[in-house]
């Protein structure tokens, strides 16, 4: 199997891409899925991410609230650092899992994980390959406001808090430009697939 990382900054369209993959027959991951999962009462990071950060991030039913966590963790490094320690190796953990169980049910098959601090993390050396998703910035900015309702300066202050597009770009061996239509964004991952499929068949 070979085995993808897809990235990107925020709100470059790397959900868009994934359900691409996901659409031409690739098994897919989400990092953010699974490290909500992990979050949820009862589950492995709820406690230590509750006792780290406060009754406060709780919605009434319980379960952390993801706007309140993360005007927490974005405007503040340290929080923010603090949050992925305690997070980020169950969520790597829970992939291994998954990409190991995948791989005995399909072992010619392609996995693409969508993680968006995968190389912030170092996890990136895991994976065969890397793809980074990113767009122009004006566009990035002006999805984002729209998506979370918020404004230029909010937005700015989210983007800034991650590796910018042009350094994730450095470590890519393949880049999705989502600045055009979808159907030019599509052209390029069918692409990328032809090549990561050709890869993936074993010799019998």
């Known amino acids: 199997m070979v085995r993808v990382a897809l990235t990107g900054s925020i709100a470059v369209g790397k959900s868009s891409v994934l ?4 659409e031409l027959g690739c098994h897919t991951l989400e990092a953010d899925e699974i490290a ?8 492995p990071a ?36 603090e949050l992925n320690r305690l997070v980020h190796p169950r969520v790597l953990e829970e992939i291994e899992r998954r990409s190991v169980a995948l791989e005995r049910q399909d072992p010619n098959g ?6 968006a601090l995968v190389i912030e993390a170092g996890a990136h050396r895991r994976f065969d390959r890397v793809i980074v998703v990113y767009c122009d910035e004006e566009e990035q ?42 159907e030019q964004t599509r052209a390029q991952v069918e692409a990328i697939y032809q090549r990561l499929r050709a890869n993936a068949v074993k010799p019998s």
């Open 110 to 115: 392609i996995l693409v994980v969508a993680a």
């Open 141 to 182: 900015i002006a999805r984002l406001m729209r998506r979370e309702g918020i404004t230029r300066q909010e937005a700015l202050v989210r983007i800034r808090a991650q590796l910018s597009s042009s350094e994730k770009r450095r470590y890519a061996d393949f880049e999705v430009d989502t600045s055009g239509s979808p």
């Open 46 to 81: 709820y406690h230590d991410v509750v006792r780290a950060f406060g009754s406060e991030i709780l919605a009434e039913d319980g379960t952390i609230h993801r706007g309140r966590l993360g005007a927490l963790v974005f405007h503040d490094p340290v929080r923010r650092e």
């Open 36 to 43: 909500h999962e992990l979050m949820r009462p009862c589950q």
């Open 19 to 22: 359900q691409m993959f996901r």
